[in-house]
């Protein structure tokens, strides 16, 4: 087997063995590169001062995104490119913006904002038609206020990039054999081992081997296990260059579960524009180019905000064991909190969401104290199906009501079979008390988070003729 990570950086093939699999990109490169440039400020993911941009050879095309170091573990680079910084040698078009605006001060975070910028002037991936303010949602700056960063990311909006050499550089280093690495690790006093299958079929056959493996796709959760917790994973699989096929068909669209958030959002957002809008809402422009759509699903969270948007459009999940697949509806694969229908062995492949019929109604609400990169206090996703005036069908479903996402089936019988009235809906929210005991915490208690779900349903009716919807409730989604 193979063992020596290799990816391109500043026109040199960089080759690493005896690592430790779930080393930060960022510390080896302020450790061991002395690229000191990117910069830690929360280790999670959330401050954008460790920015840099990796490059995706995906066919003939080199992809480019802008992530978080401080949450992406070395092997993730593996066949790919990294920019940095210290890549530009401080005579980039983007710092010379920066300077002659005035945009930075202290400067701690400056070198994530500039990457995050020259990403967006390339075209880089969730950047292309974005404003600018979405494209810095990632990045922290106490400072300045963004007034003058804005103005050097309009000074500098498109730039031209020749990447032939770097994807002449990525072809060399494609794989067709599965990487393993080996740690000998003395503080842990185990072995420790991380794959990078060739294949999904390879996938496959490593975890019949070893069903106790760890999947790590984007690392948006799993970087914080080993960032803030401090936990030892001893054998983890990087796939995040799996599965990676968005199938659109006039009956829905089938992503599969390596599918990056930044690159769903335009599928899913043709099936309902408020799924688009969710996806924005989701993280920062770093964290939608790592994360991925069954990740999300995978891990079980009562607070993702994707799966309760897919139980309500009907979503159905693929898993596979071996040769073997089987599907089923998304709600059913939540069974309990941190329990999930997944067989030793068996993992998500993709998903499929149905496109809703015209005449819908689907509405979708993310509420959190923050609009940009902040966790949900409720997620409501809402889907009804008409026959004339009257609810033929109604799926209700929410996230960080419950100990996973869930359907709210006491208020989806309230409202199925009768006319949609602020009466009916008023019903409907009172409803949602019997279908849930939410928790209280630090994003709500329990009685505001049954309130603003009961009143995300009763705005439903004014959301509705606001669009030109009539009285009977015939939908306009």
């Known amino acids: 087997m193979p063992d020596k990570l290799r990816f391109y950086l500043d026109g040199e093939i960089v080759t690493l063995s005896g ?21 830690e400020g929360c280790a999670e993911g959330d401050c954008g001062a460790c920015t840099v941009l990796v490059g995706d050879l995906e066919g003939e095309r080199l992809n480019w995104r802008a992530v978080n170091a401080c949450i992406l573990f070395l092997p993730m680079l593996d066949g790919k490119a990294l920019m940095t910084v210290e890549s530009l040698k401080g005579a980039h078009p983007v710092q010379s913006a920066m300077v002659d605006l005035h945009a930075s001060q202290c400067g701690f975070c400056t070198s994530g904002i500039v990457m995050s910028l020259v990403g967006c002037a390339m075209g880089a991936c969730g950047t292309v038609g974005a404003d600018p303010a979405e494209v810095l949602a990632g990045n922290l700056c106490r400072c300045t206020g963004y007034g003058p960063i804005l103005k050097a990311a309009e000074q500098v909006a498109s730039l031209p990039f020749d ?6 550089a990525l072809q060399k280093l494609r794989r067709d054999t599965r990487l393993v690495l080996s740690y000998e690790d003395p503080l842990a006093g185990l072995t420790r081992r991380a794959y990078v299958p060739r294949n999904t079929d390879d996938l496959a056959e490593i975890l019949i081997e070893n069903p106790d493996v760890r999947l790590i796709a984007g690392a948006t959760d799993v970087g914080l296990w080993v960032s803030k ?4 994973l001893p054998e983890v ?6 599965m990676r096929d968005i199938e659109v068909t006039p009956q829905g669209v089938r992503l599969g579960a390596g599918v990056r958030y930044s690159e769903a959002r335009e599928a899913l957002a043709d099936l309902s524009p408020d799924l688009g809008e969710l996806i924005r809402r989701i993280g920062a422009v770093q964290v939608r180019n790592a994360g991925t759509i069954g990740g999300n699903i995978a891990n079980g969270s009562p607070i993702g905000d994707m799966p309760p948007a897919l139980i309500a459009l009907g979503a159905e999940l693929t898993l596979r064991r071996g040769e073997a697949r089987r599907t089923l509806p998304l709600e059913a694969y939540f069974l309990d909190y941190g329990q999930q229908d997944r067989q ?18 689907v509405r979708i609400v993310k509420l959190s104290k923050r609009f940009d990169s902040d966790i949900s206090a409720v997620c409501a996703a809402v889907h009804l199906r008409f026959d ?3 609810v033929q069908a109604a799926r209700l479903a929410f996230g960080g009501m419950a100990g996973t996402p869930k359907r709210a089936a006491h208020a989806e019988a309230v409202l199925t079979g009768h006319p949609l009235t602020p009466e009916r809906l008023a019903l409907a929210a ?21 309130t603003v779900a009961g009143n995300i349903l009763k705005k439903l009716w004014f ?9 009977l409730g015939v939908a306009h989604g």
């Open 229 to 232: 917790q401090h936990r030892v």
């Open 19 to 39: 690592i430790d699999p779930t080393q930060s990109v960022l510390d080896w490169l302020r450790y061991a590169a002395r690229r000191t440039g990117s910069k």
């Open 388 to 390: 004339g005036a009257v």
């Open 463 to 471: 959301e509705i003729q606001g669009q030109g919807g009539d009285v």
């Open 237 to 242: 699989a990087f796939i995040g260059h799996l």
């Open 430 to 450: 009172e409803a949602l008390r019997a279908d849930f005991t939410p928790l209280t915490d630090v994003r709500g208690s329990s009685d505001y988070r049954l």
């Open 344 to 361: 030793p062995g068996e993992f998500v492949e993709s998903v499929f969401v149905p496109a809703p019929k015209a005449g819908d109604v």
């Open 163 to 168: 990447d032939g050499p770097i994807r002449e």
